[in-house]
Nanobody, 124 residues
Framework: QVQLVESGGGLVQAGGSLRLSCAAS????????MGWFRQATGKEREFVAG????????YYAESVKGRFTISRDNAKNTVYLQMNSLKPEDTAVYYC?????????????????WGQGTQVTVSS
């Protein structure tokens, strides 16, 4: 099991930027693909971005391509989500999740390890 703690959320105006961090502890972080998901009020949790365990490949939802960047530092047991050009529709609770395989799944149901979430609010 991997313990995950997100940070970096907050309130930002449309067009602004935020950087989320997810610190991992427990099992070997470098052996896990990582995903970022978000859940807006009244909506299902959706895939935002994912990264392979060695950081060589990244994956994005169409809605965030070109605006968000996922990265990881295995020496620091941390995965990041840089969010630029934020829009009000990006408002949600953002979660990181870990999966013990190379390619990060896009389905939330495939992940067992989750952080507690961090709120991102984008005002218009």
């Amino acid at each position: 099991q991997v313990q995950l703690v997100e940070s970096g959320g907050g309130l930002v105006q449309a067009g602004g930027s935020l950087r989320l961090s997810c610190a991992a502890s427990g099992r070997t972080f470098s052996g896990y693909a990582m995903g970022w998901f978000r859940q807006a009020t009244g909506k299902e949790r959706e895939f935002v971005a994912g990264i392979t365990y060695n950081g060589r490949s990244t994956y994005y939802a169409e809605s965030v391509k070109g605006r968000f960047t996922i990265s990881r530092d295995n020496a620091k047991n941390t995965v990041y989500l840089q969010m630029n050009s934020l829009k009000p529709e990006d408002t949600a609770v953002y979660y990181c999740a870990a999966h013990p395989r190379y390619i990060p799944p896009a389905r939330a149901s495939e992940y067992d390890d989750w952080g507690q979430g961090t709120q991102v609010t984008v005002s218009s």
